[in-house]
């Protein structure tokens, strides 16, 4: 379970200073954590900003990211609404391979801006396959303000944000600490929202995340980034 405490948090971007600041924000158990060159803070509509990154703790800095960002689903997303959809589980409806099994908590900052005024940390740890070491396990997690488990201005609705990967863990004979976030798992994510639930994922966004490909390891593990800095809008009814 996340935990809040009270830090002060001082966060340089690639775009922006954020003067220090004393908040009550996520935290999470973790190790050393991977980096990037293009962490970024994206301002979209009134008032409403967010990372381009999910972070290993409540530190918003380029050593500390855990995936880049990859989606934000709109029009009318709750958090809780869209993992139901999505996993696949009890009828609701039937998707396979069902996506049912909770994963590690990491945290994401944004700032919810005029309609929800909420700057803040979500936690969470998302849906994914059940560990299985020949083939991985498709994790993503999903982020929103969490006093009402979703994010609205007038332009995109009610919306929320994922990030995507690909777990190898669970044990066996395979190599079971490797851990992948690159367009192929946008893509089969992507596939699942359109030909499963018929939602809209044509449009695209620069979340200026850009990573031509790089290994991290860290608590024994592998992972493994590449962007191409683009993302996807997910219309939910």
């Given amino acids: 379970m996340s935990k ?15 003067s220090a600041v004393t908040l009550n924000i996520f935290t999470a158990p973790g190790t050393q954590a991977q980096e990037t060159d293009t962490l970024g803070w994206i301002d979209s509509f ?3 900003g967010f990372y381009n990154f999910d972070f290993k703790s409540s530190s918003a800095v380029s050593t500390n990211v855990d995936w880049p ?5 709109n029009d009318n997303a709750e958090i809780d609404k869209v993992k139901d959809k999505i996993d696949g589980c009890g009828g609701d409806p039937t998707i396979s391979p069902e996506a049912c099994s909770p994963g590690s908590i990491q945290g994401f900052y944004y700032d ?18 059940a560990n299985y070491c020949l083939y991985g396990a498709n994790h993503i997690r999903l982020y929103a303000n969490d006093t009402v488990d979703r994010n609205y201005n007038s332009i995109w609705g009610y919306y929320i944000f994922g990030t995507v990967h690909l777990d190898y863990e669970g044990g066996g004979t395979y190599n079971c600490t490797e851990y992948y976030s690159t367009e192929t798992q946008e893509t089969w994510w992507r596939n699942r929202f359109s030909s499963s639930l018929g939602w809209d994922t044509a449009s695209s966004k620069n979340f200026y995340n850009y990573d031509a490909g790089h290994w ?17 809008f997910v219309e939910v009814p």
């Fill in 216 to 232: 991290d390891e860290y608590g024994g593990h592998d992972h493994y980034t590449a962007s191409s800095g683009y993302g996807s």
């Fill in 112 to 129: 919810d801006g005029a309609q929800f005024p909420y700057t803040g940390w979500d936690g969470d740890g998302g849906k994914k396959q």
């Fill in 4 to 18: 809040l405490v009270p830090i002060t948090l001082a966060v340089v971007s690639a775009a922006y200073l954020i």
């Fill in 69 to 73: 960002l990859r989606f934000i689903f």
């Fill in 46 to 48: 009134e008032g409403d």
